[in-house]
C-alpha cells in the first residue's frame, strides 16, 4: 500500500521524466540532423518509457481508506 | 507534414504533462483523475514517441539525410556526373530507384533486419562523425554483396537477356562472382572533382 502524498510524489517524478523526454524529442524534431535523431531515439523516448512506467508503477498500488480517529482514544469507535 | 503533425503532438503531450504536474493533488487520489493522468503520462506521450520514432526512421532513409554529414556530400556530387558506367549516377539519372532513397536503395540489405542492420551502420557513422575520427579513404564494413544488386535486377529484362550476364547466372545468385567486378566504378568521385555532370536538357 502507498500513502496519497507518496503516490503524488511518484506521479509527479513520472511526469517529470515524461515532461523531459517529450521536451528532448521536441527540441530534437526542430533541429533535426543525424546527431539529434539519436540522441532522440537513445535518450528522449527512453525517458518517456521510464516516466511512464514509474506512474504506472505507483498508480497500480492500492491507496488506503483515510483513518477515522475517535474522539475519546480510551473508547474504541467501531464498539457499537 | 509529418513533421508538423508530430511537432504538434509533442508540445501537446508537453503541456498536457505540465498541467497534470500542477494538478496532480485534485486529480491523483479520484478514479477520473488517474485515468485523466493516465493518459497524459502514459497513453499520449509513448503513442506520440513510437510515431515520432517511425517518422524519424524513415526520415533517416532519405537522401538527404545522408548527405547531411560533410562526408558525404562528394558521394552525393557524384549522383550527378556524366558517366553512364558509373552505377550511382546512372541509377539516379535513369530514375532506376527512388530520389529520395538512392543511397540507401543500394546501401541496405534486402534480407531479415538489413534495414536495422543499415540503421546500426548508420550509428557508426554518426560516432564518427561527431566524436571519432572520419578516415581519409571511405570503405564498405564488407564487400558488397549481389542480392542487394539482384534485388531489383534479377528478373529484370534488361540483365535476364544480356548474353555477358548469362554464362554467370549462377555465380551471380551465389555471391562467388561480384557485380562490381565488371560493374566497377560505383561512383565516379574523379568526375565529381573534376565538374563533369550531366544536366537534363543539355544535349537538346
Sequence with gaps: MIVASALIRSIRIGLAVVAAGIALQLACALFFSPATFVISAGVGVPLVLVGAFIFGRAATRVIPPPVVESPNPSVPHDRG | MLDLILVCGLI????????????????????????????????LPVGISAAGLTVQLRTSSQTTFCLSCHPMQEYGRTLFVDNRKALAAVHYQERSIERDKTCFACHTDYAMFGNMK?????????????????????????????????HCHEDARGYVENPVHKPFFAELSANTRSCLQCHNVAHDKKAAADGHFWQAGGGQ
Design chain 2, 12 to 43: 501537446l503531450c508537453l503541456a498536457l504533462a505540465v498541467l497534470a504536474w500542477i494538478w496532480v493533488p485534485r486529480f491523483a487520489l479520484s478514479h477520473s483523475g488517474r485515468w485523466l493522468v493516465l493518459i497524459s503520462v502514459a497513453i
Design chain 2, 118 to 150: 543499415a540503421k546500426l551502420n548508420g550509428l557508426r557513422h554518426v560516432w564518427v562523425q561527431y566524436v571519432g575520427k572520419v578516415p581519409e579513404k571511405l570503405a564498405l564494413y564488407q564487400p558488397y554483396p549481389n542480392h542487394n544488386c539482384l
